[in-house]
């Protein structure tokens, strides 16, 4: 039986499923020949397609920090919900959380804010005074002599007395009155957005948990959703964690400052609460800033106030916050630091917020994944 005689040079034919923009030479040339137009062309239409997805990312960012937020506090309630669940159905311990909420947000809006906005009217129109007290102050003035002809003190007070002086230059920090009132307005807005998404969040957190796992193969879902708990249930207590040492810190120095007599106590002990939140350098910028406040009024409740918050930072790094987050997240320190700082960099303060249980939940995923996978590599694959 004769053989077919092939030509020696003959092109191979490429199956159905070949490379997309290559061409195969006759035997003897060269080797492979690229189709750059196509592959041009895929990679266009690639770029194109991320190009468009970044921006509807960017034109939905504000939405997607919404839902962040409320996802992020509806974990960080749902450890109280748990709770109050073992003594009343699911409903109802959702409905008792959402009470207190609620009423803690209408006692915040009743009470503590006219008293805020009324100290700060003061502080805004009591500045002037405040300064010329400051710049008459021994103390100042022998910085002064210190400082001799390179610096001047009285000036850089007027200057910064004239300019906070000018309401003009209030609004204009705040971008306007139109930017100032819709700034306003968007913040009301959000708010009332991100309470509707914490509430719904809560009420439907299950469900979308069991949701979520059903994309998961069913031999891999049990894994999953243990390990998803474990992420789920450190967020919470890492939320439920900085609350309660922003509400520590912010309590200390309402019952500090009113003793001492510190001007405005309820608005610098907001501002030690508000900063407190912030994970890292929150609570030293609100102490750094409530002792400056205190230093325009009097160096001697200015050398009180900087003393307390210097002994209340060492007793908050190693005694309070060890105490509590240990329960919340074991993070270790360093991580906890390059967590805060590169959140802080990408995402500002929300950044920052997130990147603590961010990392907790890159811990737990090593921990209970990467580690007993290796773990079973007990013989190298041939």
């Not at 021994?138 to 007027?158: E, F, N």
């Not at 009024?297 to 209340?312: E, F």
């Not at 060492?314 to 991580?335: D, K, L």
């Not at 917020?353 to 079973?376: H, N």
Request: overall charge positive.
């Amino acid at each position: 039986m004769k053989k077919k005689a092939t030509r020696p040079d003959a092109e191979p034919r490429l199956s159905s499923g070949g490379d997309v923009g290559l061409h195969r030479e006759p035997a003897g040339g060269s080797g492979v020949h690229v189709n750059a137009f196509r592959i041009g062309l895929v990679g266009t239409l690639g770029v194109l397609i991320a190009l468009l997805l970044g921006g509807i990312v960017s034109q939905l960012s504000t939405v997607l920090v919404y839902i962040g937020i409320a996802l992020f506090l509806a974990l960080g309630l749902d450890p109280l919900v748990s709770w109050l669940e073992k003594r009343m159905p699911r409903p109802a311990a959702i409905a008792a959380v959402v009470l207190v909420v609620l009423a803690a947000l209408a006692g915040l809006l009743l009470a503590v804010i006219p008293v805020l906005v009324e100290q700060s009217s003061n502080l805004i129109r009591d500045f002037p005074g405040f300064a010329s007290d400051f710049q008459k102050n021994d103390i100042v003035l022998q910085i002064q002599k210190l400082l001799g002809d390179s610096v001047d003190i009285k000036q850089v007070i007027k200057g910064a007395t004239d300019f906070l002086g000018d309401p003009k230059n209030l609004v204009a920090i705040g971008g306007g009155l139109a930017q100032v009132g819709a700034g306003v307005a968007s913040g009301i807005t959000g708010l009332i957005i991100v309470l509707i998404l914490t509430l719904y969040f809560m009420a439907s957190l299950r469900s979308m948990k069991q949701t979520v796992y059903r994309f998961v193969p069913a031999y891999q879902r049990a894994g999953f959703a243990k390990i998803s708990e474990d992420i789920t249930g450190a967020v919470g207590r890492y939320v439920v964690g900085q609350v309660s040492l922003a509400l520590i810190n912010g309590v200390l120095s309402l019952i500090l400052l009113s003793i001492i007599q510190a001007p405005m106590p309820f608005l610098l002990a907001f501002f030690a609460f508000i900063g407190s939140l912030i994970p890292l350098v929150g609570t030293l910028s609100a102490s750094i800033l409530n002792t400056l406040i205190c230093l325009l009024v009097d160096p001697s409740l200015a050398l009180i106030t900087g003393i307390y918050y210097l002994i209340y930072l060492q007793v908050e790094a190693y005694i309070i916050s060890p105490r509590i987050m240990s329960r919340a997240v074991a993070v270790p320190g360093a991580m906890v630091v390059i967590a805060a700082v590169a959140g802080g960099t990408i995402g500002g303060v929300l950044g920052a917020l997130a990147a603590i249980p961010v990392a907790a939940s890159v811990i737990i995923i090593v921990q209970k994944v990467v580690w007993p996978r290796q773990d079973r590599k007990v013989a190298a694959v041939s």
